[in-house]
T-cell receptor
Framework: GAVVSQHPSWVICKSGTSVKIECRSL??????MFWYRQFPKQSLMLMAT?????????EQGVEKDKFLINHASLTLSTLTVTSAHPEDSSFYIC????????????FGPGTRLTVT | EDKVVQSPLSLVVHEGDTVTLNCSYE??????LLWYKQEKKAPTFLFML????IEKKSGRLSSILDKKELFSILNITATQTGDSAIYLC????????FGAGTRLTVKP
């Protein structure tokens, strides 16, 4: 099946620094990628929808200047958490939508971010 | 406002029991409904449903969609401890909207 990778799988950073998380579709083209955040024992929360070559669409309550999303190619989207704070510590998951089979969505393994 | 509601939120059963998980939705521009199983990390895909009344099966799991009444169910028969997980329902319209999930615990 289709594979989506995320890098890094876990990262620890200090408050005030920025962290970039990559999401790649390895064997298919993804016109749309989604970024989710998951808090402990909670469901996934959609943060933004990223379309290749255009600006991301952010969900209400998500700060677009804090969570920068770039979808520069059909196989790569990045999420940059700027000026990280401890409350940004979370599990971030991306998913990629297959361009050919547009209903199918494949999840990355997630990135665990800890801000100290 | 788009809404996806799952019930129950948590469920504890014993091995061998059959469980039914519910997902109701209110969304615009419905495209499909998806079920995922989430254990420790990212969710894994179970089923995608686009048409009413057509049951999808995979081993002991099955699911069906009712687009008139706007709900789907996920059935698991002869449950095993390995079925313990959070089961997520998501509706694909212009985005993906997830329900809160059902936490299933299967006791030996």
């Amino acid at each position: 099946g289709a594979v989506v990778s995320q890098h890094p799988s876990w990262v620890i950073c200090k408050s005030g620094t920025s962290v970039k998380i990559e999401c790649r579709s390895l064997d298919f083209q993804a016109t749309t990628m989604f970024w989710y955040r998951q808090f402990p024992k909670q469901s996934l929360m959609l943060m933004a929808t990223s379309n290749e070559g255009s600006k991301a669409t952010y969900e209400q309550g998500v700060e677009k200047d804090k969570f920068l999303i770039n979808h520069a190619s059909l196989t790569l989207s990045t999420l940059t958490v700027t000026s990280a704070h401890p409350e940004d510590s979370s599990f971030y998951i991306c998913s990629a939508q297959d361009k050919v089979h547009s209903y199918e969505q494949y999840f990355g393994p997630g990135t665990r971010l800890t801000v100290t | 406002e788009d809404k996806v509601v799952q019930s129950p939120l948590s469920l504890v059963v014993h091995e061998g029991d059959t469980v039914t998980l519910n997902c109701s939705y209110e969304v615009t521009n419905f495209r499909s409904l998806l079920w995922y199983k989430q254990e420790k990390k990212a969710p894994t895909f179970l089923f995608m449903l686009t048409s009413s009344g057509i049951e999808k099966k995979s081993g002991r799991l099955s699911s069906i969609l009712d687009k008139k009444e706007l709900f789907s169910i996920l059935n698991i028969t002869a449950t095993q401890t390995g079925d313990s997980a959070i089961y997520l329902c998501a509706v694909h319209n212009n985005d993906m909207r997830f329900g809160a999930g059902t936490r299933l615990t299967v006791k030996p």
